[in-house]
């Protein structure tokens, strides 16, 4: 398990200035999208996909294949995914925050492989300090010649627009994402088109990509695609970085090669369960994942295949980790809540059945449950995901909806007891058991932003002034 | 006819420029908004309909989506507890509850100065540093209850002109999802972003 | 959609189909017998996938699947199951879902018994509800314009209104606001949903959240009658269906007619139906008696007219008998009113356009002329003449529509600013009464964009007068020049009163003959007729349907000539400008109290049915003037509408064939004429030239709006208060060298006249030009000289 660190090298070698171009440039930046300047399209293209590279957004599809796919029409368009918001999920923080050039050379070698002279990068409006690191970075990069007009002295042309998101989770599907870019509600478009490559930032083809995928690029053309393939002899090629939280000794990102174990990941590198407790479920691959429990799944390997036979998937590389002591109807109640807060309400299962999966659970865990409760979510869910199958049969638009389903799915099969115990005692024995505090979701959420009916009431007053008239 | 200042004024012409649709600047064009208001009134989404060639409706569609275009009196600190899973396994709750309770904010309200405003929210990326909150989206990770007071009354007392997410981990923070690295000036000054292309980003010397 | 579309095989619930490929699965199905459930789904508009109601099942290799049929084409060979029990189960889970948060308060909704939500839910739902939740609340209907309410609770967030706000009528004023679970459709604050179209939302709402205010709880679905029929407001004639009860019309729907309205309506459209139940309706005849008018019987009524015409012609000639108007009612009615003129007064004096209108033998020439489906087939199109949102709505949306769904080329050439200026490729404006300028700028090619647009295979030309000041000739100048530079041009005249064309095709114009032939010798037009009334050369005056006085652009002429007139008989449905001091008033049936055929702006004719009584013993034109005929001992021989139909297909050959029973059984779309007609009226050559651009550093526009004191507007009381009123629109760069502030009252003076006027400041009408909407209530005639002096009035 020995292996050399990509993404995360440099700001692990020089801490305090990973982030200047300085550093960047002392350590090798740069080269690479100088070095694409003086390949084809194809060359790029082959290479990426020669190389296994996978998105790392969640999707886990070839970056390569995708790329292929764009569309002839021009202009064409890239945007880096930078929306980070799902439960569990903190690695593209870092890579923003501690290693921006990176990424930024990524853009430029992938915007080359894919003639676009327009790139941007969303980022999430809650991380403002990635955002200004990244901006500086570009800065840096106008002004040394490596974005703008002829880039590196040659004839190319690369604006780089960094743009910050409003707060919006949905909005890191990549056609929330796009809609959100033009101006529009960050609401998922319908599929087909699969791919934004066909047709995406208005209506143009375009390539979206998540941040550390595109930090792979400089390495990868570096080592060439042998050179990153041969890093690991797993199935799924080069590193990727995994985000541990929850009740571990060592929360944080680790870069990791593919083909080590949960229990490598949780009790060696993550350092074990906290006091000694006993490990009881945990989240796989960001909330969107359906749970592992340690009876079935401590020893399965970490990859994309080995992780979605066993019925879930690695998305983001979130992995979520509960103890003995943790209330499985709790922390069901809170993933679910926040797919019904994130929720964008174009599809009727998923705006209605994440919201009231959350009010079926808050009542079970505040002591209000019914025997039929825990049947009920279930046949709830399968409304949102027809025989909550997995990969889910959707009956949305987007997955986020039957995302929500993943908890259910872990209470039926893991913890119905648990669920039983709740309904039959009126409640929760857990320590710091919920209090009704949480927001409830009939009401507004965050009143701050909701002034609901106030554009009714203030146009009848106007209108019943127009009557007087 | 705009009622924005000069300076705001050119900072959204050049904002707009950035984009290859003037209507792609609506969220900045938000942000700038309430930066000159303190939050979205409807004068501001009037204003951004205007410049984006949109209607105020549609302006309005787009700023209720997303949850941090403010359109109600926000207070000077907005202070952003997470209460999702990563953060709730930690005690998230409790370090909420603990703000409720110091300031006497419950969630999604204003203090009566226009102080403090405080919301619960959901996952903010920082769950290898759990619990954590932000203020003005500035961020601390690894809060306990205890420090979640102090955090209450620090701005209550000292009224920082910028707040400064390393100043504000250093003083209430613990555990961090990776390591920062270096300290740095620079913050923000409102229940904004704080980010360069909005004129956001602010230091104590600028103000 | 004439060209045969390549087909492609489904096989549906077993059954293979042949449909058009790239056609959406949902259209498939349905068009051959396959009802598949939905609520966001709308023919007439782009698809959303939102509600998931039409979930069906196709079989793939990787097994069936689950797919929106609203949002999937078909594909050869695909196999859709629409009835298994997977999808039974999806659309019991949908139903469920949707009501979950639904209120249960049908019995009180207007929607009940004829809501699709309902309906649905009893034939796929799942019985009773197992949400015991408290459902989500908010307050109860808020008015989100004068017409219609909003009640959040029930909306199911389909997103049909907002798109048809958004993609057809182009007034994005009612969106989605916050998400999620929170998601609701509203306005901006203190911006209403003040859209001349609001009320086609009410009607494609799914359930009971949008309601329109002259509808609320006026009746249950199921006790109305249904008939349908089409608007006489709009010159294009969209269809309509009325719905009555106890004989007292509740409402108007729009019924989708390929050809003109694709089921929109224009408010004025579908709440236009107020005055008829209006009190001040006239309900008998009435002569004056030592200054006033008095109610006398029919007989009477009718005895008295008769004699004193006949002594009038017997004296001096039916030369001495003019007749105006004839262009509000049928054609049964415009053809007896033709034959009484020439058989029974046997004047040439007769003129139905009421001297505001384009010549009538440019109106009545028949080369090129655009059908409005033409629209969707041009490559260009051209729109120089009123502001068709204003004037004609249904014309409005189907430009609209081309420019923006079908990617046309449009050229909108205009005073001031239009509804569609937003979806134009080209915009001219020019100085009212300059645009003979701009147009010869445009043919020498000064704007040679716009001339190559023009240049185009196909173009569609729709003139009309866009300004009073640009006087009639115009609009024939325009065609002119687009019919030299064009490939193949084709010239759709616009007119104003909606049966205008059939009155034309009746003969009712100086110049003409019945079935558009040119008369041997021709008499006067409205102008002519009110001097010669002056002079004492005309000695009487019918009114029929017609308000000179109200309608020319230069009323003085029709003051003098109403004066001096020696007798003046009106037949109409109120009293309005023209006819308070006549000599006799005979009260007419109106709209929807007689049946009848009605031809609309490209020539098409459609069939008017009858739903209520008229009021007191008001008749149809077409009886009272058989009456009178044989009263003065002629007989017309006009038994009904329907005979007289068959009469006009027998003796005008543009209109053989149409008969009643053609329209109601085999041309559901209507007829149009000519279809070859054998008229042989072209267009005269005109000349481009015209007045010079004015000088004056100030110039008046005058046009028409959507809303104005028309008198059966007057008489809608939902309508009446949208009009805008006496207003005058100041540019704001020239408000302060005026000193003009919004409100403040300015005194317009032109050479014709002198009025005060709201000041409204507006960037939509141009620097120097100031623009006041004709026929408001309280505002004072100007005439057609655009030079104009404005000063603040203190
Ligand atoms: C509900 C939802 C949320 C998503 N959020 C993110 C995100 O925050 N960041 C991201 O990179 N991809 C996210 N994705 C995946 C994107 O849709 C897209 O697949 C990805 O950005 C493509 O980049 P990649 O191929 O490099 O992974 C999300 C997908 C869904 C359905
Ligand atoms: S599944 Fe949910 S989030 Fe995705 S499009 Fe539908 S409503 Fe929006
Ligand atoms: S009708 Fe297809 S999703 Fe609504």
Redesign the interface.
């Known amino acids: 398990m020995t292996m050399p660190l990509l993404v995360t090298k440099r700001m692990t070698d020089h801490p305090a200035d990973s982030h200047t171009i300085d550093r960047y440039e002392a350590t090798g930046g740069y080269e690479q999208a100088r070095r694409a300047l003086t390949l084809t399209r194809d060359d790029l293209v082959e290479e990426v996909k020669a190389s296994g590279l996978l998105g790392r957004g969640g999707a886990a599809f070839s970056a390569g294949l995708k790329w292929s796919f764009l569309a002839p029409a021009r202009p064409s368009y890239l945007v880096i995914n930078g929306d980070e918001s799902e439960p569990g999920t903190f690695k593209d923080r870092q890579l923003l925050e501690r290693d921006p050039h990176q990424m930024v050379e990524g853009i430029i070698i992938t915007a080359i492989a894919n003639e676009v002279h327009h790139a941007f990068v969303y980022i999430r409006g809650e991380y403002p300090k990635p955002a200004r690191r990244v901006q500086q970075a570009v800065d840096e990069a106008y002004e040394k010649g490596y974005l703008g007009q002829g880039i590196f002295g040659s004839d190319y042309d690369l604006e780089l627009t960094v743009h910050l998101g409003g707060g919006?989770y949905i909005c890191g599907e990549e056609t929330a994402l796009i809609n959100s870019l033009e101006g529009l509600?960050g609401e998922p478009r319908?599929k087909?088109p699969y791919f934004p490559a066909a047709k995406g930032l208005y209506m143009m083809p375009t390539i979206v990509n998540n941040v550390e995928t595109v930090s792979n690029l400089p390495h990868i053309l570096s080592m060439g695609a042998t050179g990153y393939t041969g890093l690991t002899d797993s199935a799924d090629t080069g590193t990727f970085m995994m985000s541990l939280s929850g009740h571990v000794n060592r929360p944080g990102n680790y870069e990791l090669p593919h083909g080590i174990t949960w229990r490598d990941l949780i009790f060696d590198i993550g350092g074990g369960i906290r006091d000694d407790k006993e490990l009881k479920a945990w989240i796989p691959g960001g909330a969107s994942a359906p749970w592992f429990v340690p009876e079935k799944h401590l020893d399965l390997e970490i990859t994309k295949e080995a992780t979605a036979a066993a019925g879930s998937m690695l998305g983001s590389g979130a992995v979520i980790v509960m103890d003995e002591d943790t209330c499985m109807v709790r922390a069901a109640e809170r993933v679910v809540r926040f797919f019904?807060?994130?929720?964008?309400?174009?599809?009727?299962?998923c705006?209605?059945?994440?919201?009231?999966l959350e009010?079926i659970l808050r009542?079970i865990e505040e002591g209000q449950g019914r025997a039929v409760d825990l049947d009920?979510a279930i046949?709830v869910s399968?409304?949102i995901s027809?025989d909550l199958a997995w990969p889910p049969?959707?009956?949305?638009?987007c997955p986020l909806g039957p995302s929500a389903v993943s908890p259910i799915i872990a209470l039926r099969d893991h913890f119905r007891d648990e669920v039983d115990r709740h309904v039959a005692e009126g409640g929760c024995w857990f320590p710091g058991a919920m209090k009704s505090g949480g927001a409830t979701?009939?009401t507004?959420?965050s009143p701050l932003?909701?002034i609901?009916?106030?554009?009714?009431?203030?146009?009848?007053e106007?209108?019943s002034e127009?009557d007087r008239e | 006819?705009s009622h924005w200042s000069e300076a705001t004024q050119e900072r959204a012409r050049q904002i707009i420029s950035r984009y290859p649709e003037k209507r792609s600047a609506v969220m900045p064009l938000l942000y700038l908004a309430m930066a000159e208001e303190g939050h979205l009134t409807?004068e501001g989404?009037e204003e951004v309909a205007v410049w984006c060639g949109?209607?105020?409706?549609?302006?309005?569609?787009v700023a209720?989506?997303y949850t941090m275009y403010k359109r109600e009196r926000t207070g000077r600190y907005l202070v952003s507890c997470c209460t999702s899973i990563s953060c709730m396994l930690l005690g998230g709750d409790d370090v909420l509850h603990a703000v409720e309770d110091e300031s006497g904010v419950p969630h999604g309200e204003t203090d009566d100065e226009g102080l403090l405003s405080v919301e619960h929210v959901e996952c903010i990326g920082a769950c290898g540093g759990a619990p954590a909150v932000q203020v003005n989206y500035e961020l601390i990770e690894g809060v306990t209850p205890e420090k979640a007071r102090e955090l209450v009354n620090w701005l209550k007392k000292a009224k920082p002109e910028v707040v400064n997410t390393d100043e504000m981990q250093q003083l209430f923070g613990g555990g961090r999802s990776f390591d920062w690295a270096i300290t740095e000036e620079g913050g923000a000054v409102g229940p904004y972003p704080a980010f360069q292309p909005l004129g956001t980003v602010k230091t104590e010397a600028d103000s | 959609m004439t060209d045969q579309p390549n087909l492609v095989a489904v096989i549906i619930n077993g059954t293979e189909h042949q449909v058009p490929a790239g056609e959406m699965l949902i259209k498939a199905a349905q068009d051959n017998g396959t009802y598949i459930p939905r609520f966001c789904w709308h023919e007439r508009m782009n698809?959303?996938?939102?509600?998931?109601?039409c979930?069906v099942e196709i079989e793939t290799p990787r097994g069936p699947?689950?797919i929106t049929a609203c949002?999937?084409p078909v594909a050869d060979g695909m196999v859709v199951h629409t009835e298994n029990p997977?999808v039974k189960?999806?659309q019991e889970?949908?139903l469920?879902?949707?009501l979950?948060?639904h209120p249960l308060d049908c019995p009180v909704c207007d929607k009940g018994g004829e809501c699709p939500l309902q309906d649905q839910a009893l034939a796929y739902g799942p019985g009773e509800s197992?949400?015991v939740?408290?459902?989500?609340?908010?307050?109860k209907p808020?008015?989100?314009?004068?017409l219609v309410l909003?009640d959040?609770e029930r909306c199911?967030?389909c997103a049909r209104c907002t798109r048809f706000s958004d993609e057809i009528s182009g007034?994005?004023?009612?969106?989605?606001?916050?998400?999620?679970?929170?998601?609701?459709v509203?306005?901006?604050?203190?911006?209403?949903f003040s859209s001349y179209f609001s009320g086609n939302t009410v009607q494609i709402c799914p359930v009971g959240a949008l309601t329109a205010t002259p509808y609320r709880f006026r009746a249950r679905p199921w006790d109305l009658q249904k008939v349908e029929s089409s608007s006489m407001f709009d010159t294009a004639h969209p269809r309509i269906e009325i719905h009555s009860s106890q004989n007292e019309i509740l409402r108007y729907v729009g019924v989708d007619n390929d050809a003109t309205n694709h089921g929109w309506l224009s408010d004025k459209d579908r709440f236009g139906f107020e005055y008829l139940r209006s009190e001040n309706r006239l309900r008998a005849p009435m002569v004056r008696r030592d200054g006033r008018l008095v109610e006398v019987d029919w007989p009477e009524a009718l005895d008295i007219v008769a004699t004193r015409l006949q002594l009038i012609k017997e004296e001096d000639g039916g030369q001495a008998i003019a007749i105006i108007g004839g262009a509000n009612g049928t054609n049964e009615d415009a053809f007896a009113l033709s034959r009484f003129a020439r058989e029974v007064i046997g004047t040439p004096h007769v003129d139905a356009t009421v001297g505001d209108s384009l010549s009538t033998h440019f109106l009545a020439a028949t080369v090129d002329r655009a059908l409005i489906s033409d629209i969707d087939e041009a490559d260009t199109i051209l729109v120089w003449g009123p502001d068709l949102k204003e004037e004609h709505p249904t014309l409005y949306l189907r430009v609209r529509r081309a420019a923006q769904e079908l990617g046309k080329t449009l050229i909108v050439v205009h005073p001031a600013v239009t509804g569609l200026d937003d979806r134009a490729s080209h915009k001219l404006s020019y100085r009212p009464g300059g645009g003979h300028d701009l147009l010869k700028d445009i043919s020498s090619g000064v704007h040679d964009d716009v001339l190559e647009a023009l240049s185009a295979a196909k173009v569609v030309a729709i003139v009309g007068i866009a300004s009073v000041a640009d006087g009639a000739q115009l609009a024939e100048s325009v065609a002119a020049v687009a019919r030299q530079n064009a490939g193949s041009a084709k010239i759709l005249p616009l007119h104003r009163r909606a049966n205008t064309n059939g009155a034309l095709d009746m003969g009712l114009a100086p110049n003409l003959n019945p079935g558009r032939q040119a008369a041997p010798n021709p008499g006067m037009g409205t102008r002519a007729i009110m001097d010669a009334l002056d002079s004492g050369e005309v000695r009487a005056l019918l009114l029929v349907g017609a308000d000179p006085l109200a309608d020319m652009p230069d009323p003085r002429p029709a003051r003098a000539g109403l004066e001096a007139a020696e007798y003046v008989i009106s037949l109409d449905l109120f009293i309005n400008e023209s006819n308070a001091d006549v000599d006799v008033i005979l009260p007419a049936a109106g709209f929807a109290e007689k049946e009848g055929t009605v031809t609309n702006i490209e020539g098409r004719v459609q069939k008017l049915n009858r739903v209520r009584p008229a009021p007191g013993s008001a008749r149809p034109d077409w009886a009272i003037l058989d009456d009178l005929a044989s009263q003065m001992g002629y007989s017309l021989g006009l038994a009904s509408a329907e005979t007289i139909a068959k009469e006009i297909s027998e003796s005008i050959p543009l209109y053989a064939g149409v008969t009643h029973d053609h329209l109601e059984w085999e041309a559901r779309d209507g007829a149009v004429v000519p279809i070859d007609g054998g008229t042989d009226f072209e267009y005269l050559p005109v000349a481009i030239d015209g007045p010079k651009t004015p000088g004056a550093q100030l110039v008046l526009h005058q046009a028409r709006t959507l809303y104005d004191d028309g008198v059966r507007l007057r008489n809608s009381p939902s309508l009446h208060?949208l009009a805008p009123g006496p207003v005058v629109h100041v540019n704001?760069s020239d408000a302060p060298g005026l000193g003009v502030k919004s409100d403040s009252t300015l005194v317009v003076t032109t050479a014709h006249g002198e009025g005060r006027f709201k000041a409204v400041v507006d960037d939509k009408v141009p620097a120097g030009v100031v623009y006041v909407p004709l026929g408001q209530a309280g505002g004072a005639h100007l005439g057609t000289d655009p030079v104009v002096r404005v000063k603040v009035d203190n």
Request: charge should be positive.
């Open positions: 919006a509600r319908l087909p019904s807060h994130e929720s964008c309400g174009q599809c009727t299962p705006r209605e059945g994440t919201t009231w009010m009542r009920l046949d399968d409304g027809i049969k959707m009956t949305t638009i979701p009939q507004p959420r932003v909701t609901s009916s106030t554009a009714g009431r203030s146009s009848q106007r209108l127009g | 006819m409807n989404m949109i209607t105020p409706a549609q302006v309005q569609s209720s989506f | 698809p959303v996938g939102m509600c998931r109601m979930l699947t689950m949002t999937n997977a189960k999806a889970a949908i469920e879902f949707l979950a948060n197992r949400f939740e408290i459902k989500r609340n908010y307050e808020i008015p989100i314009s004068d909003l959040r199911i967030l007034d994005p004023l009612i969106e989605f606001k916050d998400r999620g679970n929170q998601t609701e509203n306005t901006f604050p203190d911006l209403p208060p704001p």
